[in-house]
């Protein structure tokens, strides 16, 4: 299970950490991403961050965004700077598959989102 926490009413410019929170270890999570959905809009992919730390963001987002994860603490985050009023939106993590054993097992596991407002 994903909670996402951490976004809000912030002006152009400012700065954003989002967090999503796993009730169970991230360690072997294949891959974990978040992705935003604004009104009217499809659900986007954002970042996203493979087990052994590779790192993938949309070209909207490169150089302003920086996905991380906390194996210890079961925290994935996504640090957002020089927002801009087009970041606004529900922003959603999510866990795709889990691997044990040398297997891999499909969670395709979703957070709730968490909205963010970029006002200009």
Request: proline share 2%; net charge neutral.
């Amino acid at each position: 299970q994903l909670q996402a926490s951490g976004g809000g009413l912030v002006q152009a410019g400012g700065s954003l950490t989002l967090s999503c929170k796993a009730s169970e270890s991230i360690f072997n999570i294949n891959l974990m991403s978040w992705y935003r959905q604004a009104p009217g809009k499809q659900r986007e992919l954002v970042a996203s961050i493979r087990h052994r730390g590779d790192t993938n963001y949309a070209d909207s987002v490169k150089g302003r965004f920086t996905i991380s994860k906390d194996n210890t603490k079961k925290i994935l985050y996504l640090q957002m700077n020089s927002l801009k009023p087009e970041d606004t939106a529900a922003y959603y993590c999510n866990a795709d598959a889990l691997w044990n054993a040398g297997e891999l097992y499909v969670l395709d596991s979703w957070g709730q989102g968490t909205e963010v407002t970029v006002s200009s």
